[in-house]
């Protein structure tokens, strides 16, 4: 059959992976896919680097739209990343009748809705597997291999960098700036991690796990997201007295009334294997009706991990690409006619437990108007732990789990503890998931 030709936009880590993976793979891909594909152009701002990666293989170009409006290209792999020219090369592409990969978990994130309405009307594909996770095909499974099921949530560990600090943190005692300091060393953190350690990177993943389980539209604006910059060495050191690690998770909640869409620090019972998921690495947890608790674990970047997404999607394209678009998985899941409208709720009605670090002062009748607050806002507790005070000190620290209830409610109880004037500064809040 004729080759599928395809033009590579953007030639870094993945670009490179992508690049080398479909080279040494090239027989087995095939024999996939049913006829070969072939990387016939790549556009990239470095042209030496470029002409350096394909050897002279391949055309090299400093235009991405001399390969959105090659007529010989069937399919654009854009991995440049961003809004901005992503955005017109991704649209262009679509108006053009070309198929799209693409693991930019931003723009979809931001501006799915529009992106894959553009390309159901031109009957074109728009593949993204690699845009949340890296290598594992979680996209696949949900769209896919959990088709019968009615999905209840999804959690997951979707941001190494996020993991590993976490994961230093916990196995060192060092504090947050330290650890991140030495992920930046060794390449885990970009020198501007923001992205990353402020859960904005999860949540755009989160957001497209979100749509694809429950057939919603994509919705970033209303996601939920904190970071991990504010977690302390201690909270880790309390988190495992009490049996629990903590972890930045992204979760993704069906309920009647509505969808939880956030990303923050959770802590998760010790036991669960997702607990157990250390350095960079990802994992997401599915609960479907039908199926029960499934779990998805490897890397979640890097060249040849994420370009095994890329390619995967490259051999969907070339089995589909004569297909009825019709008869084509679609994009998020769902027909796109049959899509819901479940709204995104408010982090005010979202429904957990919480781990609550208190600094009181060490004195009578500071606990029994703590359990009053939290019994007066229908809080119960499940756990406690009070550390006793060091020699000289007059205050000390009391940690307190409770059972899941609602975060209007914990935010009432929090405000009425830190007017006590036996609390010292703010209560630490970190939210509790038992993931069962």
């Known amino acids: 059959m004729k080759p599928i030709n395809v033009g590579l936009i953007g030639i870094g880590t993945v670009g490179g992976g992508t690049w080398t993976v479909l080279q040494r793979n090239a027989e087995e891909i095939t024999r996939r896919a049913g006829r070969p594909i072939q990387i016939v152009a790549v556009a990239d701002k470095n042209v030496e680097l470029a002409k350096q990666v394909t050897g002279g293989a391949a055309r090299v170009t400093d235009d991405a739209f001399a390969l959105v409006n090659d007529p010989e290209i069937d399919v654009i792999v854009e991995l440049i990343g961003g809004y901005g020219v992503a955005k017109e090369v991704v649209m262009q592409s679509i108006a053009n009748g070309k198929h799209v990969v693409t693991a930019n978990k931003a723009l979809l994130a931001v501006h799915g809705t529009e992106i894959f309405a553009a390309a159901q009307a031109k009957g074109v594909m728009v593949a993204f597997e690699a845009a949340v996770a890296g290598g594992i095909p979680i996209i696949k499974a949900l769209r896919e291999g959990l088709s019968a099921n009615r999905i209840e949530w999804a959690a997951g560990i979707i941001n190494g960098t996020t993991n590993f600090i976490l994961s230093e943190m916990r196995d060192k005692g060092l504090p947050f700036a330290d650890v991140l300091a030495e992920a930046q060393r060794l390449g885990y953190a970009e020198a501007d991690p923001t992205f990353d350690i ?94 029960g608790a499934t779990m998805y674990y490897g890397k979640g970047a890097g060249a040849e991990p994420t370009a095994s997404a890329v390619i995967a999607d490259l051999v969907d394209v070339a089995r589909l690409a004569t297909a009825d678009a019709a008869h084509r998985v679609p994009h998020l899941a769902f027909q796109p006619n049959a899509m819901s409208d479940l709204p995104i709720l408010p982090m005010s009605e979202i429904e957990t437990g919480y781990y609550l670090r208190l600094r009181v002062e060490d004195k009578p009748g500071v606990l029994a108007d703590i359990t009053r607050i939290l019994a007066d806002q229908g809080i119960s507790i499940d756990a406690m732990l009070q550390r006793e005070p060091g020699e000289g000190e007059g205050e000390t620290d009391i940690i307190i789990l409770t059972h899941v209830c609602k975060e209007s409610a914990a935010d009432a109880a929090i405000a009425k503890i830190e007017g006590l004037a036996a609390q010292k500064g703010k209560v630490k809040r970190i939210r509790l998931e038992e993931l069962q």
Do not use: W
Request: proline share 3%; glycine share 8%.
């Open 198 to 291: 402020e859960g904005v990177d999860a949540a755009h993943k989160a957001t497209l796990i979100s749509a694809i389980a429950f057939g919603i539209p994509v919705q970033f604006d209303k996601a939920y997201v904190e970071g991990i910059t504010k977690l302390e060495a201690s909270d880790i050191k309390y988190a495992e007295q009490l049996g629990y690690r903590i972890k930045l998770l992204g979760i993704a909640k069906r309920r009647d009334d509505g969808v939880e869409l956030r990303v923050h620090p959770t802590l998760i019972p010790a036991k669960r294997l997702i607990a157990n998921v250390e350095g960079a690495m990802n994992a997401v947890l599915v609960k479907g009706d039908a199926v």
